[in-house]
């Protein structure tokens, strides 16, 4: 009871009773105030930590390859795509968020629907996010893996490698490279050792623990930004009243759905690098362009239909958009069953040809695709992979072709709730106007 009690006496002489008593009495706005402030924070980490990466990257690769001579863009930019995005989705935040407090505070309705709006393209990019920094560590695992000797991670090797091995053995090639059968040859020719295996290994485990547990942090920091995006969005609703959020609701939705039509078709076209799968999967890809070009001819008949009030026409949007929650509700079961599959056909006792598959998708590092079929045997295709890193890409396709169709499959529902309500508003010719 001492220790409790000590505790209870600090929190006491702090004032948590009456700060949260406080608390209750805030008003929806003074709520949203609070909320967004919170939802700053976490922009603001994702932002800079984003950027921090994509520079030290950047940075290290110039100083590293200056004196070579070595200017490729690609090269260079190699590996940071992915925390780009997450300096652009936390900067993107950020501003929508400063709007958020703004826009409570000086009761600015316009802007507040603005802030609504847009925190609701938002959320799609958060939990892509953040299903992509807690699940696709498997991912991860054989990107490093296939770039551990690159110049990007000089600075990484420094701090994760044995002293002194950074440049030397703990930049061990995979089987050994060109001109080497084996990553110990290299490791006696190289150095006259036959630890660099081990060294390498050591210091990859090491990174590998360590990127796990950022990621998990960046998905958790991205699940609760998310979460209080969402928490803005009733506080919008019930600070204007959902009347006025309704109001403009079909016509901005519309507009929203530019997101996933894009999101659909890029994944119809990142198909075509599967057309060696042996899991029939090819009309996926189809219905994914289906989906794409269906929402795209209904975006633009919904922003027509809703601003000249065509109740007729409205009412066959809202059907065509349900056939469209069907299909992308099949397109999302579909992905994630043929994930499944993948494991099954081209797992590590699967029988199926990957060496192809590797070579289409143009994995780094990939030797030999550029003869012609049946030159080589599929096992002599793209070497430096294994199978089980190969299925591991292809499975996370179509995880992420399953994610963005649920993602859509959201929308288009949204889109349809508008709708109707939009048709029951304009029944007997009849509008509400706010």
Known sequence: MGLLGCIVGCCNSLGVGRLKTKFR???DRQYLITNNVFV????????????GIVLAFNHNF???????????????????????????????????????????????????IWYYWLSLVAIPLLFLFSVISLDFKDLLEGWISHRWDRVEFDFLRRYFCEPDTWDNKCTA????????????????????AKDCKAVRDAA???????????????????????????????????TLTLPVIMSSM??????????????CIAIGFFFNEHDELQVGDVWLKYLFFING????????????ASREKLRGVLKFYALAMGVVVL?????????FVFAWQISQIYGVKGDGKVGEVACRSELYGCCCCEYEDGVLADEELCPEWTREEIVHVVEADFKMAGLVAAISCLFAIRATRACTILIHNLKDYKCVYL
């Open 173 to 192: 090639p995979i089987k050994g490279g060109p001109g080497y059968d084996t990553t110990e040859e290299w490791c006696i020719s190289e150095y006259n």
């Open 327 to 335: 299909m992308l509700g099949l397109a999302c079961a579909s992905s």
């Open 204 to 238: 990859e485990e090491k990174f590998l623990d360590f990127m796990g547990t950022f990621c998990n942090f960046n998905g958790v920091v991205g699940i609760v930004n998310m979460l209080l995006l969402l928490m803005s969005l009733k506080l919008v609703e019930r």
């Open 25 to 27: 009495s805030l008003t």
């Open 293 to 304: 070009g269906c929402m795209f001819f209904l975006a633009l008949l919904g922003i027509f």
């Open 250 to 263: 079909l016509d901005a939705i519309n507009w929203l759905l530019f997101l996933p039509i894009a999101f």
């Open 62 to 112: 110039r100083k590293s390859s200056g004196s070579a001579g070595i200017s490729n863009v690609e090269e260079r930019n190699a590996g940071t795509q992915s925390y780009m995005a997450q300096c652009i989705i936390g900067g993107y935040l950020t501003i929508i968020s400063i709007m958020g407090i703004r826009a409570a505070h000086k009761v600015n309705i316009q802007m507040l």
């Open 40 to 51: 700053l924070v976490c922009s603001l980490y994702q932002c800079v930590v984003g950027l």
